[in-house]
C-alpha cells in the first residue's frame, strides 16, 4: 500500500456533531467507549487507508484518517460507507445523514478549533480537550496512528494549549450551574464545602451536581415532599431532612441553594443573622434560584453572607458568554497562525496546494 | 551613586515593573503571562539582598540602624515572607498586591537618604538579633495587611455582584481570612521572641524609644489576635484591623528613629 506524500495531501475528516445531526441520530452512531480500539482498526483495514482517530462523544462522532486514495472525496466517501455499514443504517436513514467532510487543512483547522473548545456547544469547555486526548491513546496504543498523525495530534494539542494560555476563552462562567461552582470556589474551599438544598428543584438539582462534580464535601437535602427529598440525597449520596427541620442545621452548612415554590421569603435576616453568630462568621453563601424568591434581599446586607438570586446568577453567565465570545476572534487568529506555521497554509492564508 | 543603592534602585525599578506587568496581564485578562511576575520578584529580592551586603560592607555592620536602612530591610523581609509564605497560603496575586507596597516602602528609604553611620561599637548578637527579629515581624504585619487588602477587595466583588477579572484570580475569602489570622500570629510570634530578648538585654524601656513602641504594637496585634481567636469580630472587621493596624508600626519607625 503506497504511504502518503504528505500529510495535506492524504488528511481527511469526516464526522457529525451537535450542530449537524439532531441526538437521537448521534445516539445510534455513537462509538461505545469498548469499542473504539476496533472501530479505529476496522477503518485503517479500509482499502488505501493507512491510519486512523475515531472520535466519539457525547456531542460529535468524527473520523480522522489518513489514505493513499486518488482524491479526498474517495476517502470520505469510505468513511461514510463505513459509518453507514458499522451502524447498520437503513438506507433512508444514511440517505438522510448530514456528514462534513473535510481534507488537508480544513481538517486540520477543523480538529485544532475542536481541541480547542470553539466547536463545542459550550464555547470554550476544556473537557473536550481530555477527550480528543484520550481518542488519541486509543488509536496509539492500537497501532493506528503513525507519523503523519501522530504529528497532526500533537501539534492539535499544542494549539489547544497555546489558545487556553493566551487567551480567556475557558473563563468565566457560561452557565447557572457553573456560576454557582465559580462563587462557591471562592468563598470556600470546594472539598471542605456542606451544601443544602432547600426544596427540590431541577435547577438547584443541577446546582448541586455541579458543586458535587467539582469536590463538594457533603449534601443535606430538605424538600416538603420528604420522599422527593429521600430520592435526591440517595440520587446524590446526601442526606435527606425533614422541610420543617431545615434551619436548624443552616449553622452547619457553607452553600445553601435555595428554590421551593413558596410564595413569601422562606429565609429571612433575622434567622442568618442568628445563624452567623453560631458558625462564628464563617462566610455563607446562599443561592436563591427560586420566582418569586425564597430569600429576602436585605439577607446580603449581613456580614460574611453572599446572596445570588436568579437575576444575578443569570447575568454573571451571560457577561461570561459575551467575554468568550469576545475571545473567540483571537482564538481563530491564533489557529490560522499555527495552521501556517504548520505548512497548511501558505503565508497570508491561502490553502497549500496537496 | 554607591552601587549599594545602584542595586536597590534596580530592584525598585524591576518591582514597579512587576506590578506594570501584573495589571496588564490581568487588564489583558492572561493572567497566566504573569507568571513572570515571580520571576521579577525573584530578581527584585536578589538585588535587595545585593543591596543589603553591600550597604552592610559600607557602614561595617548590620545595615538596620537608620530609616532607609529599616525601611529597605523589611521591604527585603516583606519580599522573603512572599516567597516563603505566598504558596503554602495557596495566596495567588499576593505579589501584584506586595510589589506597591515594596516600591513604596525602596522609593521612601531613597527620599530619606543613606546616611553614614556612626562608628562602629562592639557588635552584639543579641541586639541585632533582636532588632532583625522585631523588623521581621513588622513585614508579617505588612504582609497581613496586604492580605487584608486583598480580602476586602475580594469581599467587596462577592457583595456586589462585580464579577470580573480580579475575582478569578484572587483566592477565596475563607482563605483569605485565615492568613490574615495566621500572619498576626506569626508576627505577634516574631515580635515576643525580639522583646523577650530585650529582656535578656537588660535595655531600659524608658530610655529606649524603640522597645515601647514595639510594645506597643506587640499590645496592639496582642488584641487583634485576641480578637481574631475568639471569633468577636467577623473576618471583615478583622481584616479591616489588619490594614489599619500596620499603620501603627509604619508611622513608629519614623519616631524611633528619630527619637
Known amino acids: 500500500m503506497p504511504e502518503p506524500k504528505d500529510i495535506r495531501s492524504g488528511l481527511v475528516c469526516v464526522g457529525l456533531n451537535y450542530k449537524t445531526t439532531p441526538v437521537e441520530v448521534r445516539e445510534r452512531l455513537a462509538f461505545p467507549e469498548a469499542k473504539v480500539p476496533d472501530a479505529v482498526q476496522e477503518v485503517r483495514g479500509l482499502p488505501g487507508f493507512e491510519e486512523c482517530v475515531v472520535l466519539s462523544t457525547c456531542n460529535r462522532v468524527e473520523l480522522y484518517a489518513t489514505h493513499a486514495l486518488p482524491t479526498g472525496d474517495h476517502g470520505h466517501a469510505a468513511l461514510r460507507d463505513y459509518l453507514v455499514t458499522r451502524f447498520e443504517l437503513q438506507p433512508e436513514h444514511a440517505e438522510a445523514l448530514v456528514l462534513y467532510n473535510l481534507d488537508s487543512a480544513e481538517a486540520a483547522r477543523h480538529l485544532f478549533r475542536v481541541v480547542s473548545g470553539l466547536d463545542s456547544m459550550v464555547l470554550g469547555e476544556t473537557e473536550i480537550f481530555g477527550q480528543v486526548k484520550a481518542a488519541y491513546k486509543v488509536a496509539l496504543d492500537t497501532g493506528t496512528t503513525s507519523r503523519s498523525l501522530n504529528k497532526l495530534f500533537q501539534q492539535a494539542f499544542t494549539v489547544g494549549k497555546k489558545v487556553r494560555n493566551e487567551t480567556t476563552i475557558q473563563r468565566g462562567s457560561t452557565s447557572v450551574g457553573s456560576v454557582a461552582v465559580d462563587l462557591a470556589e471562592k468563598v470556600h474551599d470546594l472539598k471542605e464545602c456542606r451544601v443544602m438544598l432547600v426544596g427540590a428543584g431541577e435547577m438547584s438539582r443541577t446546582c448541586a451536581q455541579s458543586l458535587l462534580s467539582r469536590g463538594a464535601k457533603s449534601i443535606i437535602v430538605s424538600n416538603r415532599s420528604y420522599d422527593k427529598a429521600v430520592e435526591l440525597a440517595a440520587e446524590m449520596k446526601g442526606t435527606a431532612m425533614k422541610f420543617d427541620e431545615w434551619e436548624h442545621a443552616l449553622h452547619e452548612v457553607d452553600v445553601i441553594i435555595s428554590s421551593t415554590s413558596a410564595p413569601h421569603f422562606v429565609i429571612k435576616p433575622e434567622q442568618i443573622d442568628q445563624v452567623m453568630r453560631k458558625r462564628r462568621w464563617e462566610p455563607l453563601l446562599i443561592i436563591d434560584i427560586a420566582v418569586p424568591r425564597d430569600v429576602d434581599p436585605a439577607v446580603n446586607d449581613i456580614e460574611g453572607v453572599y446572596l445570588y438570586d436568579i437575576d444575578a446568577l443569570q447575568a454573571i453567565a451571560d457577561d461570561g458568554r459575551r467575554e468568550r465570545m469576545r475571545q473567540l476572534a483571537s482564538c481563530e487568529r491564533i489557529i490560522e497562525e499555527q495552521l501556517e506555521k504548520y505548512g497548511f497554509l501558505k503565508p497570508g492564508g491561502g490553502l497549500v496546494p496537496a | ?221 496582642a488584641v487583634i489576635s485576641l480578637l481574631m481567636w475568639k471569633h468577636f469580630t467577623s473576618p471583615r472587621k478583622t481584616a479591616w484591623l489588619a490594614v489599619i493596624g500596620f499603620i501603627l508600626p509604619f508611622i513608629s519607625l519614623w519616631i524611633v528613629t528619630h527619637a
Open chain 2, 1 to 221: 551613586m554607591p552601587p549599594s543603592q545602584q542595586l536597590l534602585l534596580a530592584a525598585t525599578l524591576i518591582f514597579v515593573g512587576a506590578v506594570v506587568h501584573a495589571l496588564l496581564a490581568l487588564k489583558a485578562g492572561a493572567w497566566k503571562r504573569a507568571r513572570a511576575q515571580f520571576s521579577l520578584m525573584a530578581l527584585g529580592f536578589v538585588l535587595q539582598t545585593g543591596f543589603i551586603y553591600l550597604r552592610g560592607e559600607e557602614v561595617r555592620q548590620c545595615p538596620i540602624r537608620s530609616l532607609s536602612d529599616i525601611l529597605v530591610f523589611i521591604a527585603w523581609s516583606i519580599v522573603l515572607l512572599y516567597f516563603l509564605l505566598g504558596s503554602s497560603f495557596r495566596l495567588s496575586l499576593l505579589g501584584l498586591f506586595t510589589a506597591p507596597l515594596v516600591t513604596l516602602m525602596q522609593v521612601m528609604a531613597f527620599l530619606s537618604g543613606f546616611a553614614p553611620y556612626p562608628p562602629k561599637g562592639p557588635i552584639n548578637a543579641l541586639v541585632e538579633l533582636h532588632i532583625a527579629l522585631a523588623l521581621i515581624s513588622y513585614a508579617a504585619f505588612a504582609l497581613a495587611c496586604i492580605t487584608g487588602v486583598m480580602y476586602l477587595v475580594q469581599e467587596r466583588m462577592l457583595k456586589r455582584h462585580r464579577i470580573g477579572g480580579l475575582f478569578y484570580q484572587l483566592p477565596p475569602i475563607q482563605g483569605l481570612a485565615q492568613a490574615i489570622q495566621r500572619l498576626v500570629r506569626l508576627g505577634l510570634l516574631l515580635l515576643s521572641i525580639a522583646l523577650g530578648i530585650s529582656f535578656a538585654l537588660h535595655l531600659p524601656m524608658t530610655k529606649t524609644g524603640h522597645v515601647v513602641f514595639a510594645w506597643i504594637v506587640w499590645a496592639l496585634y
